[in-house]
């Protein structure tokens, strides 16, 4: 797992801007003892998302009992933070008395394309309509991030599993 003291290397412009505004704080620190926290939250995910994201992608897919296309054998798996768990995180760290720094917050386990789809076909009642697209190009990555330093400051922990964000998601996203 990606600690905190080791040195990224973004591989996007948008990951470059978030290094930036991270030593852009620590310079802060330096300089005038001003106290910056940085977090670093695991990929995001929640209702609301842009339809084209995977998770929505999938969601919109399934209700409608269409086949969810995986591309290679889905192996890829990155960390995914539900939304709702991010905001007690941030809560979390505005309320504690934190000392300058940045810090990785995540639930401590990475979830693979095919555990996704097959989760979201399971809520939505669409379950083995996967498609594997062996033509397509697999990432095969596995990003995980290790939250301990957060959570020994924080106690806190994720409270939303893979599956039960998935439900609320599906929940919301009929009201």
């Not at 905190?4 to 591989?11: L, R, V």
Request: aromatic share 12%; net charge neutral; with cysteine.
């Amino acid at each position: 797992p990606f600690r905190e003291h080791d040195n990224p290397i973004p591989s996007t412009i948008y990951g470059v801007s978030k290094l930036y505004a991270e030593k852009l704080g620590e310079y802060y620190v330096a300089k005038t003892k001003m106290n910056v926290v940085s977090l670093r939250l695991a990929r995001l995910f929640g209702y609301g998302e842009r339809p084209g994201v995977v998770f929505m992608k999938y969601m919109n897919l399934s209700r409608e009992k269409k086949p969810l296309t995986v591309w290679g054998e889905g192996k890829t798996s990155i960390e995914y933070l539900y939304v709702k768990d991010a905001v007690c995180a941030i809560d979390k760290a505005i309320q504690s008395d934190f000392p300058s720094g940045v810090y990785n917050v995540g639930p401590g386990k990475a979830y693979s394309v095919l555990e996704i789809a097959e989760a979201i076909n399971s809520v939505c009642g669409n379950s083995g309509n996967i498609i594997f697209d062996h033509d397509k190009p697999e990432g095969n990555y596995n990003i995980l991030m290790d939250s301990t330093k957060f959570n020994l400051l924080t106690g806190w922990t994720a409270k939303w599993g893979l599956l039960d964000a998935i439900e609320d998601i599906n929940i919301l996203s009929k009201e």
